[in-house]
């Protein structure tokens, strides 16, 4: 078959099969696009133009270009100032979702064309696309603005593009709106003129926005709406905060300053200059994920932009952080250099990710953000990929319905822990020049992961390719078991994959990683050691104290015979430890208890021994473990729970009231929120000192006095007087969800309405996420809370077969939200049974755009199951020797 033939197959079929992605054809490449939109905020549609210059870069008869839910009215093609056709053959593939338009007259390779299309859309309310997104205005009626979320593959449902993310390209955006609306885009605008409107006859404003930089159509961004704005000029080019009306403005004032500083901070640190003319950020009252990068016009749910000191708590604030330094650091990692197609995906959240945490760890010292980091996204990382329905970081991605689900703990977390782990490995500052390197080197382009390692290698003359390479192209990581042998002062550690259903077949257990061993020892950390084979031994000089994994910077657990563990407990209190290595230890114990490895009992003693501790991200921990085995346990005999309950109770209470549960001005950020989680865990376990306390706070808050609940301590006082109250308590935590001024404090009543257990309430809560008072945005909320107890398991799972159909189309797949609150509604379950239950739903429906959460589900209770075969009597045995039954 010659060539040409070849093409015109592939042309056909309109996708290009390489690596199995299905992705357009590469005879025409977009150069530029003029689009104008003009939505209409009363019918809910707009209507659209867009000119597309492209090089023609085969000779071409079609071009295939993505579209979806949009109606195409009419196709032009020319060439030059030649008319090629006004009435092409426009055909719809709705698999591939492109749109092909083929013509008689052949364009000659290395020419331009030019392809000119008109249509219309609907603003849906899908939150995906170009869509509309609502607010009650001072008159209580409701109000809309438009706003865009493209990421990853919706840009194509806002007008017709070459969507996908190696196809950059120039844009030049005009918006026609009514003159009282602001209208944002990514650039700055150029110019206003006065129009006839499209939608609706009479004179519009026409605003222009300047050319873009080279850039993807995920990070395009259109918005219309009345907004209010604060701005700053302390950085180069100036930033601002937009909200809509009914906010209070002056609460976007944390963030502007943030944002400025903090693009001060990544421009020097990455030697690069902010591209674009300035840098807005908006609160959307309608958001489906956190926030979003879009270069120059970052978008945010509004409680991660928006921060009131007076009524949010540290954690709020630090979230705040999180989220703002995250979507600033895309703008280079993301924006200035994006991934050649999603399976690179890691690259943008992984480097993101660790971005945030390294610049907020600058900012706020003080916070110890890496501390946490171990509890955290390493946890997180770890979790998931302990299933058999984890995935590799690179993993192929093929289709539109595929890539949402890869926006999971393994491209953020786990992506980000393999970057620190090799900031690690080779200093910071190396990795940072490494970063600057590839910045340079890739501006305004597409990369893949190798050339990522060729910039690191380069800045550090060593060959990291060879070592990061197995991490991101395998699924899952190691458990190190490690023994000891006396005679030869010597440890011999031994790697196999590691699964938390502790099935592992040999044929899942044959990649052998790269393990860092960072060997702690009464002399230092020896960082230089490294286990490349299955096992081997390693000279110990002093075997009396030695850990692995020093600040837990490795990607795996370690399992230590019961006795080293025992000592490590010993070293912990005698301060050998850092605070690293102590919440790391204790998240290995729990983890592997809970697959087999070790005796639960073992950890339940280990855990004991922690009751002098002293810092907040190590109890925190504690308290984690304590909480996974008991949410293990919760269709366990109450018997055996109360027990458990009485435990936490005895751990977690004597420090709570030592610490109490006043908040001081001069209480640090972590103190805060070390009060505010041992409060919370302590009457939650029903101690009663801060049961009764939290029920005082909230009588008096019930009666008006806003001040009686500190905010940190908020979201505890509501589950400990919803697991512990009744109708009176359900009342006025619903009536705060309805009428709290602050986004933060509406979702901290709705996250916990759950907690209430009686029949009746479930039933109140239940209704909720699909009526009208919840946004759909937040529909998981009032589920969060039910998962607490086992008559909220049972019930949220009856619910959602009832309303299956409801959630389908209130979330349509493609959003990774159905794939959330599939994960919310089955994953707390623990038998076999109640996993061929749901097994048995799900086998006559479609599960595209949510298999994966689904699979993963079903792991999490396969892990459960195994682990309460095993130890449910070592549990039992352990609380009756302790006396806690
Ligand atoms: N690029 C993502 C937003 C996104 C997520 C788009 C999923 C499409 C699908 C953004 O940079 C992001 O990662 N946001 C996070 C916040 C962050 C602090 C982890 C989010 O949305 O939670
Ligand atoms: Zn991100």
Redesign the pocket.
Known sequence: MCRHQFNADVQSANMDISKGREVLPKNVKPIHYDLTLEPDLEKFGYEGTVVIELDIVEDTTSISLNTLDLNIHSTKVSSGSKLITSSPDVSYNKDTQTTTVSFNETIPAGSKATLTQTFSGTLNDNMAGFYRSSYKGDDGSTRYLATT?M??TDARRAFPCFDEPALKSHFTITLIADKNMTCLSNMDEASEKEVDSRVSGGKKKAVTFNKTPLMSTYLLAFIVGELKMIETNSFRVPVRVFATPDRDIEHGRFSLDLGARTLDFYEKKFNSEFPLPKMDMVAIPDFS?????NWGLVTYRVV?LLFDEKTSGASTKQRVA??VQ??LA?QWFGNLVTMDFWDGLWL??GF??WM?WYSCNTFYPEWKVWQGYVTDNLQSALSLDSLRSSHPIEVPVKRADEI?QI?DAIS?SKGSCVLRMISKYLGEETFMEGIRRYLKKHAYGNTQTGDLWAALSDASGKDVEKVMDIWTKNVGYPVVTVTEDEKENAIHVKQNRFLRTADVKPEEDKTLFPVFLGLRTKDGVDEGLTLNKRESNFKVKDLDFFKLNADHSGIYRTSYTPERLKKLGEAAKNGLLSVEDRAGMIADAGALAASGYQKTSGVLSLLQGFDTESEFVVWDELTARVGSIRAAWVFEDDKVKDALKAFQRDLVSHKAHKLGWDFKDSDGHIEQQFKSMLFSSAALSGDSKTLNAAFEMFEKFKNGDRSAIHPNLRAGVYAIVLSNGGEAEYDAILNEYRTAKTSDERNTALRAIGRAKKPELIKRTLSLPLSDEVKGQDIYLPMGGLRAHREGIEALWAWMKENWDALEKKLPPGL?MLGSVVSICTSSFTSKAQMDDIEQFFKQKSTKGFNQSLAQSFDAIRAKAGWLGRDRDDVEQWLKEKKYM
């Open positions: 979320q990421e990853p994920a956190g926030a979003m990068e991660d999180e989220v995250h979507e895309h943008n959240e993101a990710t945030s949402n926006f953020y990774t």
